[in-house]
């Protein structure tokens, strides 16, 4: 099977899309794949979805910060999305043929060139962290660019690489390794923005929930709809149906039904595979039945 | 994207593995895939499933009936499972890229190939078929292999191509084109066979139910436990998850619970992706927001 690895760079624009549109066209030329690119005004965001090989992802990736480096300057920038960097987040994600392990070494061998070619600092992340309280992307990005000086002077924020202050228009970026990440929403029959900030609360992790669930409750003022919005960080071990079910039994105990969910973006299959296999009971199932996936393997 | 077909050959084999292999080593110079093949001793019957193009299924196809003609004599073949060819059944499954039309373009072409090649009689059946009582597998095949020569005789059941008469050793073959089968059973907490005959009889479009259902009960001897055994014929239009909650509803009509269910064989993704979307009550999800088929969109 030919190895794959998604990686999902976050960069600090998402109004001007002609600079979108650059960064976009500077990293075409190393052969990855995009899958994916979204802009967020609010946000004054951009999510890239790219896939490839290490070769491919290496020369993409290193292409992309010179194309964004040169085109954004964060002392002019503002946006309601958290960011400390003109690249902010940069993950790479396992999908076939490839290990959390060739991840977390693709993160630190890009890493390193990133630092070393830009003298943009490295903050390394989740599977890829060198200690455990810089695992988490909330954690890194804490005080944001405004306040990143400051923060790089205590020696628990040291970058992983590269110079020991922010690079002066484009911060830092964070960089690492971790699982697909799902973006997850299950909306109530209820406006009451309460209730599913009670549900959130009951399924996160941070506050005793799920190992792998990240959620908060608002309100779709739209359609007067409150919603649990969930990152789902680890799908294997966290499964989409095992969160679906505890919100609605949760729901129920306000009176409150679910009226559907939603996946934002990209899903792997074997989420709604796995998810497909609980709710039908199935017995002895192989992801390898997948008569997709057996033609990737026998390709 | 490439054009796939899938193809699943069901020859009157499943006791000597030399011969079921010199079958599958036969086609494998013309480049198809072989995905899959399961040989059952009781039945007496492989079945193999096949991938590629139609240039290599071609291929592939007639050098399986050279290698099975030569080595499959009716005359002295016995199993639990009807059969009327030495290669019995041939049906051509649009996968990716390739239509049905093109499917049964294929079986047309191959099937006419077949007939002069080899002297055995073609029924082609399903989306290929010539008349309506044709459609149907079980009833062109009833009577089977013993019933064969006498059951030509009535113009009703004049072959498609080839001759008249059945093969002497390898009968006749049904080829045609045809959805994605997904054989699927549901199994009971009762040893009462009667609950499952009935359960089938309430879902299978022969007895009033499901248009795209084929069902019967049976027991799992080793396990006491009544199962409804299902065949899929077109997943998309009557999909896994109706019929599992139908199964449950009927079944607790007679105080019993659903213990689980089983796909046999390969599943096409999207059959298991419907089921998730619905349990899950996913709104606007589109099948595009899978990585994977993104990934061979793109590719």
């Not at 490839?52 to 300057?73: C, K, N, Q, W």
Request: charged share 25%; aromatic share 6%; hydrophobic share 45%.
């Amino acid at each position: 099977m030919p190895r794959l690895i998604e990686c999902v760079p976050n960069i600090s624009e998402g109004r001007r899309k002609d600079v979108v549109d650059a960064v976009v066209a500077a990293l075409r030329p190393s052969g990855v794949r995009v899958l994916d690119v979204q802009s967020d005004k609010d946000h004054n965001r951009s999510v890239l979805t790219l896939a490839g090989d290490e070769t491919s992802l290496e020369a993409g990736v290193l292409a992309l910060f010179e194309a964004a480096v040169a085109r954004i300057d964060l002392r002019s920038h503002s946006g309601e999305h958290p960011r400390m960097g003109a690249v902010d987040v940069v993950p790479f994600v396992p999908i076939e043929g490839a290990t959390m392990k060739d991840c977390v070494a693709l993160a630190r061998h890009v890493g390193a060139q990133v630092a070393e070619r830009f003298r943009v600092p490295i903050f390394l992340y989740e599977e890829a962290a060198t200690a455990p309280h810089r695992r988490n992307l909330e954690d890194i990005r804490r005080g944001e660019f405004e306040g990143l000086g400051a923060k790089m002077q205590d020696p628990l924020w040291r970058p992983d690489m590269g110079p020991e202050a922010p690079h002066p228009s484009a911060g830092a970026t964070v960089m690492g390794a971790r699982m697909p990440l799902i973006a997850y929403n299950i909306n109530l029959n209820t406006p009451d923005v309460e209730v599913a900030k009670r549900i959130a609360k009951a399924i996160r992790f941070s506050s005793g929930g799920y190992r792998f669930v990240k959620a908060m409750g608002l309100l779709l003022e739209e359609r007067k709809v409150a919603q649990v919005s969930i990152n789902m960080t680890d799908f294997k071990r966290t499964p989409l149906h095992r969160v679906f079910e505890t919100v609605r039994a949760e729901a129920a105990r306000y009176g409150v039904s679910v009226i559907g969910s939603e996946i934002v973006g990209l899903v792997p299959a074997e989420a709604l595979i796995d998810a497909a296999d609980h709710f039908l009971r199935l017995e002895r199932f192989d992801p390898t039945q997948v008569l997709e996936r057996r033609l990737r393997e026998e390709g």
